[in-house]
């Protein structure tokens, strides 16, 4: 009878122990004993279930002296979980390796002042050429993965995906086609090979790649959410290259793509999800061109994405200047 009456006590004392702390957190006190108080509510978060990852676009294409480093710096005051890129890091277009090595280390002094893990991708600028593929490989590993965090999966795809052919052609067309933009030899730019070759604009992959993604989005068919993203607008082709086979497998869950390589902020609804391209965190702006702007993306997880884009010149410190 004793002990009837001492568990009787003890689940007692615990139920008013929880309605005490659903009316009021322990850690927010006052002096108002009643009537009227001067806030909306004494319900806290007491432990987030949510998390936020930032995203920086394009650097290159015409990199901006200083613009990177101070996004890193206003980055580590925001505070994400982690940072993720959509490619374009370095300069590149090359296949001489000192000048690789010194543009990636430079690019790495810089990122390794986060105080958060950083995501690689690589967009045309890091994978112009079968030499700078094989460079990001001993640097880097594979140019396409994923990763899950919280139950959100991460689909980081490869848009310079192509058969070692097809990259030596656009390479070496881009080459030439830089030569009429430099006035080196005779032609109009718009009237260049490469000009019309799908893969400047819109990218390619591989049947390799889908079927990668195609297994990993079959190993995690119930996650929260799924993210994919990629330096150039995949989505946009519309042959077997393009996203289109990716996407049908996609329909089945809740996803948003993100991509980069435009220098120009652009948001839509495809499939009735979010497809945006950023703008940039340091690479060439188009003159005149009001959505040139330099960004970081704010992306705070909770039932779904709540995504914030965030102008490097409107992130001040304590001082109400741009950090160094």
């Known amino acids: 009878m004793r002990t009837y009456l001492l568990f009787f006590i003890i689940l007692t004392w615990l139920i008013m122990s929880c309605r005490t702390n659903e009316k009021s957190s322990p850690k927010f006190l006052h002096d108002i004993k009643e009537g009227p108080t001067p806030w909306t509510s004494e319900s806290f978060e007491i432990e987030e279930e949510d ?45 001489d390796s000192l000048k690789l090595a010194r543009e990636w280390d430079s690019f790495d002094a810089r990122t390794a002042k986060f105080n958060m893990p950083f995501f ?42 192509y058969t070692e052919t097809r990259m030596l052609e656009i390479y070496n067309a881009r080459a030439k086609a830089i030569k009429i933009i430099d006035g080196e030899i005779d032609g109009v730019y718009e009237e260049s090979e490469y000009f019309s070759m799908p893969e400047r604009r819109l990218g390619g992959m591989s049947e390799n790649q889908f079927t990668y993604f195609e297994s990993v989005l079959k190993k995690y068919p119930k996650v929260k959410w799924t993210f994919v993203l990629m330096h150039k607008p995949l989505w946009m082709r519309e042959d077997d290259k ?9 329909s089945l869950r809740n996803y948003t793509v993100i991509n980069g390589h435009f220098h120009s902020f652009s948001h839509r609804l495809r499939n009735n999800m979010d497809y945006m391209i950023l703008g940039t965190t340091g690479g060439s702006q188009a003159l005149g ?19 914030t884009h965030l102008k490097m010149n409107g992130i001040l410190n304590e001082m109400g200047e741009i950090p160094d």
Not at 87 to 95: H, M, N, Q
Not at 129 to 153: S, T
Not at 242 to 250: A, F, H, M, P, Y
Not at 289 to 307: G, N, Q, Y
């Open 120 to 161: 690689y991708l690589g967009g045309n600028h890091d994978l112009t050429n079968p030499k700078m593929r094989e460079f990001w490989k001993n640097r880097f590993g594979p140019r396409y993965y994923h990763f899950v965090y919280e139950d959100v999966l991460f689909l980081m795809m490869d848009s310079e995906d």
């Open 51 to 95: 998390f936020t990852f930032a995203i920086i676009s394009d650097l290159n294409g015409g990199e901006r002296e200083g613009v990177y480093s101070t996004a890193v710096s206003q980055l580590n005051r925001l505070d994400p979980t982690f940072v993720l890129s959509v490619g374009d890091l370095i300069d590149g277009g090359t296949e």
């Open 289 to 307: 061109d009001s959505l040139a702007f330099d960004h970081v993306t704010l992306v705070r997880m909770a039932e779904k994405p709540v995504i």
């Open 242 to 250: 393009g996203l289109g086979q990716l996407e049908t497998l996609l």
